[in-house]
Structures are given as structure tokens and as C-alpha cells.
């Protein structure tokens, strides 16, 4: 089987990437150029046992490539034949979509519609397409849990280019009897997340001032709630919507929500540190009980024009269909992120 993955160099194409050399597969990456070198989370897998010494025999072979590129993506898919494609690449930050919301637009969502016109006049009908939909579709909270047939009420650019991309994957779907599947997938995070996410910052953070490289945190709106869940569960997922017997949308998610708040207290009990919360809105204070020292602020240039205050997903769709379910918790999942920017913090020379 031949996979092709953009967004390879990002949390999910490198778990993904993983996951199906696992399984055999030959796996082709779509990566863009950059001034630095931009495959950190990937270049394990080049020393991994499962690569062929031989470059051509490599079961990993990345491209030069972008979203923005339709004939870039037209040869590509021609050159790879692949069996399946997983279209994860994006401008994935909310919050900056607000900034480059034509960019975004242009990424986010006319991307979609490049790949899968890449796909239409290749002439390859037996390729499968998995666009990475998401929970920001959502948006203003109509009902909770929320499921596939729940009305979209997206409140950014990056939502509103991602609606796009949801629909278009539809309709080549019942234009052109393309297999095309969105994965509707909550919020998903690892010690691989990004390091301007809420989670990463914050166990970043957490594993920083607990060794004193760091006094404060600063972050937006606590009382936001997301389900959370692993990705390394969620990329299990992608493959799984591939693999049914024909192409469907699947909201994947634990059907458990947390708030920011929660995710901070859990993230600094890791690290031994107990905090209680003072004050209201932008002036609320996350205050260390042993010393007595502010060690989380409000800041309101973090807070969004639109916000999405509570995600919950029903992910009973994908339980009975796709016999998919999230393994790792939320505890274990905010354990796993702490211990590891501890070693990293640890290791970091540049901070003695
Ligand atoms: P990341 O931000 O970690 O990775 C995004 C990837 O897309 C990177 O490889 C990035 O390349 C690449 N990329 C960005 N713009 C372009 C472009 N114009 N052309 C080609 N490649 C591009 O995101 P995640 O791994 O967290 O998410 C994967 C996908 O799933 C995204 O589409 C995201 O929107 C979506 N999603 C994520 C969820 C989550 O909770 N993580 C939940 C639901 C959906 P580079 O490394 O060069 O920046
Ligand atoms: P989100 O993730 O917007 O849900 O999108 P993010 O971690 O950025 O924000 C989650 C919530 O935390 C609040 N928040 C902050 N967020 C950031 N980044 N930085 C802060 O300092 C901060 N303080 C509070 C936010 O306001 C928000 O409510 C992620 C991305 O991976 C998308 O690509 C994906 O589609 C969705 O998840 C599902």
C-alpha cells in the first residue's frame, strides 16, 4: 500500500507516518520548504530499522510541496500512484487565522479542493482521500454532545476556511463517487504539540518554572473547555475511516471536556506544585499555596475576537462503525506531556 501524507512534518503526519510504516505501508511526504530544517518530529524515521538503506527502496520518501501549489500537487499524485491520501496539512493555529485569514482561506480550505482536483484528473479512481476536518466546525455551541448531524456555527477564519474544505470533500464525494471522508476530530494533543497550543505551552511552562527557568505563565481564557483527547490514538483513527467500506464523516473524539483551568492545575500538580485561583476575567491569578508567588496571569492579547467556549464530541458513530476508541486518558495524557518537557527542560543546555 502507498500513502501519501501532507502535513507530514507536523504532530499528526508523524504519528500517522508512523502508524503506517507499522503496517507496511510505503509512505510519501509532502514537506515545504523552509529557510530551517522543518522534519524535527519525523527524522526518527529515517534511522528507524524499518528504512531501507537504499534511498529508492526508502519506505519514507518526502517531496518538496504546498497546499498552494496546484501543479506541484497534480504531479505528485501522478508520480506516487498512491492508494490513499491523508490531507492534514494546514495553517492548524485559530488564533492566528484571524491575522492571515487569506492565507489560511487559501491553505485551509482552496486547498482541499487542489488535492482533490489533483485526484479527479489523474484519472486514478481507486485513490482514497481523508480530509482532516475538525471541531471548529462547531463553533458557537448549538448542542452538546456534539455529532455528525450537529449544525456547524464555525467562529474563526481557520473554521470557516475548514468548513469549506468539509464540504468540498463531500461533494467530490457524491459528484465524482471519489472515496473521500472527513474526520471530524476534537482537539487532539501529545508531547509532540506545537509549542503555541494551550496544552503544550502549558506543560512547557508547568516543567520550566518547577526547575526555575521560568516565573510566570500567561495565557487567555481559562474557562474555555475542550475533549481532549491522545493523538497517537486520534491518527488510528484516519486510518480506520480509510479502511471502511465506504466513505463517510466520523466525529472522533473521548466524549469527555476539560477546561483550560483543569489543565493547568493537573500540569503543575504533575510537577509537585499545588495552585489556587484569585480574582476575576483578565485579572484572575493562579497563586502557588506553598510560596505564595503568582505563577499564572491573564493576559487578555491571548483572548480571541470569537471564541469557542465548550467542546464535547459524541464519538458513538465511530465506536459502532469503525470499532474505534480512545485509549490514553486525560490524566495519562497531561502526565505523559509534563515528564516529558521535563527532560527536554532538563537537557536544554542553553537555559544553565
Ligand atoms: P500541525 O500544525 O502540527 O501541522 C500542520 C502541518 O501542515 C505541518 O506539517 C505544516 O508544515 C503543514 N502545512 C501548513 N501549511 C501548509 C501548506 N500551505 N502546504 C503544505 N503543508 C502545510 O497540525 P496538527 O498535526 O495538529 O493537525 C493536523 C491537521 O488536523 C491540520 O489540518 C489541523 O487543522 C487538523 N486538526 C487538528 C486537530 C488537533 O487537535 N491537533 C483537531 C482537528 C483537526 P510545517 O511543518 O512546514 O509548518
Ligand atoms: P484550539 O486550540 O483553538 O482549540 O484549536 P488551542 O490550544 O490554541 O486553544 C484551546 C483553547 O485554549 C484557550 N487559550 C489559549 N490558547 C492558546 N493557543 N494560547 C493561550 O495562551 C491560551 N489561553 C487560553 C483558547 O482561547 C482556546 O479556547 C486546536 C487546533 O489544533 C486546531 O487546528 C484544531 O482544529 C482544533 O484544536 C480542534
Not at 335 to 341: G, N
Amino acid at each position: 500500500m502507498i500513502a501519501l501524507i501532507t502535513g507530514i512534518t507536523g504532530q499528526d503526519g508523524s504519528y500517522l507516518a508512523e502508524l503506517l510504516l507499522e503496517k507496511g505501508y510505503e509512505v510519501h511526504g509532502l514537506v515545504r520548504r523552509s529557510s530551517s530544517y522543518n522534519t524535527k518530529r519525523i527524522e526518527h524515521l529515517y534511522l528507524d530499522e524499518l528504512i531501507e538503506d537504499s534511498h529508492k527502496d526508502r519506505k519514507i520518501q518526502l517531496h518538496y510541496g504546498d497546499l498552494n501549489d496546484s501543479t506541484n500537487l497534480m504531479s505528485l499524485v501522478n508520480k506516487i500512484e498512491p492508494d490513499e491520501i491523508y490531507n492534514l496539512a494546514a495553517q492548524s493555529h485559530v488564533k492566528v487565522s484571524f491575522e492571515t485569514p487569506e492565507y489560511t482561506a487559501n491553505s485551509d480550505g482552496i486547498g482541499v479542493l487542489r488535492l482533490l482536483e489533483a485526484i479527479k484528473l489523474s484519472g486514478q479512481d481507486n485513490i482514497k482521500f481523508y480530509q482532516a476536518s475538525t471541531s471548529e466546525l462547531y463553533g458557537l455551541v448549538q448542542e452538546t454532545p456534539q455529532n455528525e448531524l450537529t449544525p456547524f456555527y464555525p467562529r474563526s477564519p481557520y473554521g470557516v476556511a475548514k468548513l469549506y474544505g468539509f464540504w468540498i470533500t463531500k461533494n467530490y464525494r457524491e459528484a465524482y463517487d471519489i472515496f473521500a471522508s472527513n474526520g471530524i476530530l476534537f482537539n487532539h494533543e501529545s508531547p509532540r504539540r506545537g509549542e503555541n497550543f494551550v496544552t503544550r505551552k502549558i506543560s512547557i511552562a508547568a516543567a520550566r518554572i518547577s526547575l526555575g527557568f521560568q516565573k510566570k505563565l500567561y495565557l487567555g481564557n481559562l474557562d474555555a473547555s475542550r475533549d481532549w483527547g491522545h493523538a497517537k490514538d486520534y491518527v488510528e483513527s484516519m486510518w480506520r475511516i480509510l479502511q471502511h467500506k465506504k466513505a463517510d464523516d466520523f466525529v472522533v473524539a473521548t466524549g469527555k471536556t476539560h477546561t483550560v483551568r483543569e489543565f493547568v492545575n493537573l500540569s503543575f500538580k504533575e510537577v509537585g506544585i499545588d495552585l489556587k485561583w484569585v480574582g476575576e476575567g483578565v485579572n484572575e491569578k493562579g497563586i502557588d499555596t506553598k510560596t505564595n508567588n503568582v505563577l499564572v496571569e491573564v493576559d487578555p492579547a491571548y483572548f480571541r475576537p470569537t471564541e469557542v467556549d465548550l467542546l464535547l464530541g459524541d464519538p458513538s458513530k465511530a465506536r459502532k462503525k469503525l470499532g474505534w476508541k480512545p485509549k490514553i486518558s486525560f490524566n495519562e495524557l497531561v502526565r505523559e506531556m509534563v515528564q516529558s518537557d521535563l527532560k527536554m527542560v532538563k537537557n536544554d543546555k542553553s537555559l544553565l
